[in-house]
Nanobody, 122 residues
Framework: QMQPVESGRGKVQPGESLTLSCSAA????????VGWFRQAPGKEREGVSC???????YYADSVKGRFTISVNGAKNTLYLQMKSLKPEDPAVYYC????????????????WGQGTQVTVSS
């Protein structure tokens, strides 16, 4: 069974950095679309950054220039490096994987991690 597992939850101050990891248990990330999504209280889940299975990379406007998505094939792990975190970034962050879907939209992804909390507070 395909089960992504996130790690890297944390509380940081505005302007600081945090890296989230997502390991793939039971399958290889190669050839799949992978992405990071987030959901803040009272808001819909939104796409933060994704890499489509054909290599297209997407970033939400709100994180461009601050967040970097990457995959380490040797470790079979997806990362989201977050810099210059802002007070509007706190949310539960989810990694997701799908075999076919290319867009960075949550309803298209079939396999989800359990989510990890990111808090930004001074």
């Amino acid at each position: 069974q395909m089960q992504p597992v996130e790690s890297g939850r944390g509380k940081v101050q505005p302007g600081e950095s945090l890296t989230l990891s997502c390991s793939a248990a039971g399958f290889t990330l190669d050839g799949y679309s992978v992405g990071w999504f987030r959901q803040a209280p009272g808001k819909e889940r939104e796409g933060v950054s994704c890499i489509g299975r054909h290599g297209t990379t997407y970033y939400a406007d709100s994180v461009k220039g601050r967040f970097t998505i990457s995959v380490n094939g040797a470790k079979n792990t997806l990362y989201l490096q977050m810099k210059s975190l802002k007070p509007e970034d706190p949310a539960v962050y989810y990694c997701a994987v799908d075999a076919l879907f290319e867009l960075c939209v949550s309803h298209g992804y079939d396999y989800w991690g359990q989510g990890t909390q990111v808090t930004v507070s001074s």
